[in-house]
Nanobody
Framework: QVQYVESGGGLVQPGGSLRLSCVAS????????MGWYRQAPGKQRELVAV???????NYIDSVKGRFTISRDNAKNTMYLQMNMLKPEDTAVYYC??????????WGQGTQVTVSS
């Protein structure tokens, strides 16, 4: 069974914006912390942003001020608004629970490519 379905990626120029969406399966979404992760070619998957069940957020330094994580618990959906995109943001983006020790399955992710 698919646990998470990511969408919204694409090809954008530096300085552009994208909004990623993540639709979760199951009934516990609203009570767990969630995160956006990304993996660039040849690199390990890294955590990008975290949001608690109550809406508290945290970000890695490289995306602070540019990315915004949010969630709509009624829709079992999480979002990542990405502004002022840079080439180094290029990666496959995944959503899942946080911390990673509670991750069970990874979805297919959505490709974000930032290039001129």
């Amino acid at each position: 069974q698919v646990q998470y379905v990511e969408s919204g990626g694409g090809l954008v120029q530096p300085g552009g914006s994208l909004r990623l969406s993540c639709v979760a399966s199951g009934s516990i979404f609203k009570i767990v912390s969630m995160g956006w992760y990304r993996q660039a070619p040849g690199k390990q998957r890294e955590l990008v942003a975290v949001i608690s069940s109550g809406g508290s957020t945290n970000y890695i330094d490289s995306v602070k001020g540019r990315f915004t994580i949010s969630r709509d618990n009624a829709k079992n959906t999480m979002y990542l608004q990405m502004n002022m995109l840079k080439p180094e943001d290029t990666a496959v983006y995944y959503c899942n629970r946080h911390p990673s020790v509670v991750v069970r399955y990874w979805g297919q992710g959505t490709q974000v490519t930032v290039s001129s």
